[in-house]
RNA sequence: UUAUCACCAGAACUCC
């Protein structure tokens, strides 16, 4: 079982989550017992599926299997039922539970915020006996996600004041705060903080105050960091060449992508955005035009609404209506 | 042997 267990965990990890549920049918038609772990396995790939349905069926499980005493494994179904939509079924479940913990409410808090009720969010966070700076990281980054960055920012405050310490995954939420804000000042403030804690190694945090100098109209800043980065993402790339195209720095923007793909980085479609992004600002049809070809050709990667928009963009800035309009009633997709 | 919670980038319109 635990050969099994681990290829489920892996199939579960990867990016055919479907593979660990065919895994797992197989595992019980060779009439084996599945163990706590197989069920957090395969209720983690239901997930990150959205298979609430299959998902409640590896619930009956559970409890068919006597597994209802084991927290962690409880967790995880109000996880996958959460995740899943199922906001109802999840609350039901954790209203029963004989017990919880910290992760339980965590959970239940995070899911709120992602289908957007930061009230039901919040009610919970002030009910939960004691609070992780996991908690406090979600409601944090709920808000901010939200589009509530004032609130993220209150919230952090208290945060402060009761005295827990914030880590990487915090300050990224109040940064992306600050970004939203143009909050500068705290911004910089989390900045001088994360540099005493050593986070400033970590390329998430990186990224978030790329973003955030670039957002408050501190190009050089951002700059800075990027070029001191000791490793980079592709996010922290199509930050800064979104940034530049953001601040009319278009000839900057095309110089910084071709020494990315001169690296061998692979751009994704963000990164196209910020690319197509700049040619429209500074006029540059053909090169626009040159770059949209070669994403699909030279990346495979198909373009999206937002890319025939920024094409469209392009065109109409260029005072080429005509073309246009003609480019939209033969977008293979249904313009909106 | 293995398991559960939080975090990063993107166009156009409006406002700033």
């Keep these: 079982i635990i050969l099994w ?46 298979e609430n349905s299959i998902g409640r069926t590896v619930h009956g499980y559970v409890v068919r299997l006597g597994f209802t005493s084991d927290l962690f494994l409880q967790n995880t179904i109000v996880h996958m039922y959460s995740s899943s939509g199922l906001m109802d079924d999840a609350q039901r479940l954790f209203d029963k539970m004989p017990q919880r913990d910290v992760v339980t409410w965590n959970i239940l808090i995070t899911q709120y915020t992602k289908w957007g009720e930061m009230e039901a969010a919040h009610e919970l966070f002030d009910q939960m006996p004691e609070r ?49 804000l143009g909050a500068m000042d705290l911004g910089r403030r989390v900045h001088d903080y994360l540099n005493q804690c050593g986070y400033q190694k970590n390329v998430r945090v990186c990224n978030t105050l790329i973003d955030m100098y670039i957002k408050c109209g501190c190009l050089e800043v951002a700059q800075k960091i990027f070029n001191e980065m000791q490793e980079r993402t592709i996010v922290s790339w199509s930050a800064m060449i979104g940034g530049l195209a953001m601040h009319g720095k278009a000839e900057e923007a095309l110089g910084l992508f071709s020494k990315m793909t001169q690296i061998g980085l692979r751009p994704n479609n963000v990164t196209f955005v910020g690319l197509l992004h700049a040619c429209s600002h500074m006029g540059l049809v053909d090169e626009g035009r040159r770059y949209f070809a070669s994403m699909t050709r030279d990346y495979g990667i198909i373009p999206k609404i937002e890319h025939y928009g920024c094409i469209v963009d392009l065109l109409s800035r260029a005072g080429l209506l005509q073309e246009a309009y003609e480019f939209i009633k033969n977008m293979p997709i249904k313009p909106n």
Excluded at 12 to 21: F, Q, T, V, W
Excluded at 24 to 37: G, I, K, Q
Excluded at 163 to 172: F, H, K, L
């Design 5 to 50: 267990n681990s290829a489920l965990k892996s199939l579960a990890e990867g990016d055919s989550p479907c593979d660990a549920i065919r895994l797992f049918h197989r595992l019980c038609d060779a009439s084996l017992t599945p163990d706590t772990f197989t069920c957090s396995f395969v209720l983690k790939a239901c997930s990150r599926l959205m």
């Design 132 to 180: 992780s700076v996991t908690s406090w990281t979600a409601m944090i980054a709920g808000y901010v996600q939200c589009k509530k960055p004032a609130e993220a920012i209150r919230l952090f405050g208290q945060m402060e004041e009761a005295g827990a310490e914030p880590n990487e995954v915090t300050v990224v939420g109040v940064l992306a705060a600050c970004a939203d």
